[in-house]
């Protein structure tokens, strides 16, 4: 039999264990009384066949009867405790009779059968019988006697159960070490494992109660494994992205110290703080990835429209170096309880690709309202659109679309959904439908808004916009 770990032995077993003891306990205490109880009435209705036997036989050899006969056979083995005497009722007591065992004042008038009386101080147990020559006898037995002698019948019915009790709980004990023995046999394999080995656990052999416990913690296994992959492929790919712009700023480093020619220099000077702006992009957008997925940000309740029109503002700037009609179609009120941080960096994110990916004189149109209990905020454009087998892959960390003249580091999308993931709601991209260009979708729900007549602190602190073209 398997030992089994200190933490079973705590628990579970103990627990097991300790309830089937006392319920075999309680039992056998049950058990004993009921045996006990009907042994000593058995012994009981034996004695009273006993005392009417004797007195039937007294009848068949009606001549020999000599009163107090009993007495003296009794006395004679020097056994008192088995005396059964009989009494010829109405006769006096014999001179002779000098016994030290008490004598039962029997009145004469008692009726027939079987009865107990009370006399000196002693009951006794009497059949009462007329003999066929009309003498009355009565055969008797003195009830302590009588129940002494059923105790014993009874107590004696009590070994076995005696003896069953602490059988079986100790019986049970190992049964129940043997059948939890699988679960403390998992729980060291999973104690001696290091932290890399994330291998599912066996499921052969486990007892059917158990394998549903041992299916989910394999999900779990099985899920930290596919996260720390995906954890690994992004370490990886940051590093990859981070040494590409680094090993091109070096390079641009170099190329400037060797230049001395004025305006060459101010070219190489242009295209290294090109390459550091790059790269700082990068590393933020890297950071704020990490900020997303880690950080649990409080909500607030504020205004989402005005943080619409602060966004636009944002990227005002970037949509009238490219001459694009930046806009809102349909800006509802909204009020949000959510962290406005996360939805300003979504959002951004989101009109920053509309406005990067939609060639010079394009439209790009922002909206925001109510659908169904649920905020919509979309943002589409006229540009060349997502191909629909990348709809998908757009949003891992560090993918881009081929063919694209725009710089970028390929996480903006991976943000967006790290957010999304985060306050709950679905997001898409892809494209629109009658109509060239990329249709953005993020519907999400408002959040729980306060009570009434609680204070309502709705942040009303975003700047307003300068030059958004509304409708
Ligand atoms: N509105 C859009 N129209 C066309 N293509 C888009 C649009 N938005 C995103 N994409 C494509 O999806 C890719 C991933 O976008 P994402 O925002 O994740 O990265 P990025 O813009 O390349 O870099 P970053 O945003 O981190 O600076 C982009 O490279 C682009 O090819
Ligand atoms: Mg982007």
Excluded at 71 to 89: F, M, S
Excluded at 341 to 365: C, E, Q, S, W
Excluded at 412 to 426: E, M
Excluded at 459 to 464: A, E, G, K, L, P
Aim: glycine share 8%.
């Amino acid at each position: 039999m398997d030992g089994g770990s200190a933490p079973m032995n705590t628990s579970l077993h103990r627990q097991l264990s300790g309830w089937i003891a006392l319920v075999t306990i309680i039992s056998g205490i049950a058990a004993g009384g009921c045996s006990f109880f009907l042994a000593f009435r058995e012994a009981q209705e034996l004695q009273d066949d006993q005392l009417q036997q004797v007195a039937l036989l007294v009848g068949r050899s009606d001549k020999t009867v000599e009163p107090w006969a009993g007495i003296t056979k009794a006395e004679e083995r020097h056994d008192p405790d088995a005396r059964i005497i009989i009494i010829p009722l109405g006769t006096p007591v014999p001179a002779r009779q000098t016994t030290q065992i008490t004598r039962p004042m029997i009145p004469p008038d008692l009726p027939e059968g079987l009865q107990t009386i009370n006399g000196q101080g002693e009951t006794w147990r009497l059949f009462v019988r007329t003999l066929p020559s009309g003498l009355r006898i009565a055969v008797g037995q003195p009830t302590a006697v009588r129940n002494e002698t059923a105790r014993g019948s009874g107590l004696r019915t009590l070994v076995p159960v005696l003896l069953l009790v602490p059988f079986l709980s100790l019986l049970t004990a190992w049964l129940v070490r043997r059948s939890l023995a699988p679960v403390a046999s998992l729980s060291r394999q999973l104690d001696q494992r290091d932290d890399t080995n994330l291998t599912t656990l066996p499921e052969g052999g486990v007892p059917k109660e158990i394998r549903p416990f041992v299916t989910s913690i394999n999900g779990l296994m099985q899920r930290l494994d596919d996260t720390l992959a995906q954890q690994r492929r992004f370490i990886a790919d940051a590093a990859h992205e981070l040494r590409s712009p680094l090993t091109a700023l070096t390079l641009q480093a170099e190329n400037l110290e060797r230049s001395d020619q004025p305006q060459e220099r101010g070219e190489r000077l242009r295209h290294l703080k090109e390459g550091l702006a790059r790269t700082r992009s990068l590393l933020d957008q890297l950071l704020s990835l990490a900020r997303q997925q880690s950080s649990a940000v409080p909500a607030v309740e504020f205004r989402l429209d005005r943080l619409v029109q602060q966004v636009l503002e944002d990227v005002m700037p970037l949509a009238a170096a490219k001459g694009i009609d930046l806009g809102c179609e349909r800006l509802e009120e909204v009020v949000v309880n959510a962290p406005a941080d996360a939805l300003a960096i979504l959002m951004r994110n989101a009109v920053d690709n509309a406005v990067r990916y939609t060639p010079a004189g394009g439209i790009v149109d922002v909206e925001l309202y109510r659908e169904e209990g649920r905020v919509v905020f979309q943002v589409a454009d006229n540009g060349r659109g997502i191909p629909s087998d990348e709809e998908k892959r757009i949003f891992e960390p560090f993918y881009r679309v081929i063919g694209t003249d725009e710089t970028g580091s390929g996480l903006g999308l991976a943000i967006v959904r790290s957010i999304a993931d985060r306050l709950g709601g679905t997001v898409t991209l892809r494209n629109r439908e009658g109509a060239a260009g990329a249709l953005f979708r993020y519907l999400f729900p408002p959040g729980r808004r306060r009570l009434r007549g609680a204070p309502s602190r709705i942040q009303d602190s975003f700047r307003q916009p300068q030059n958004v073209h509304t409708p």
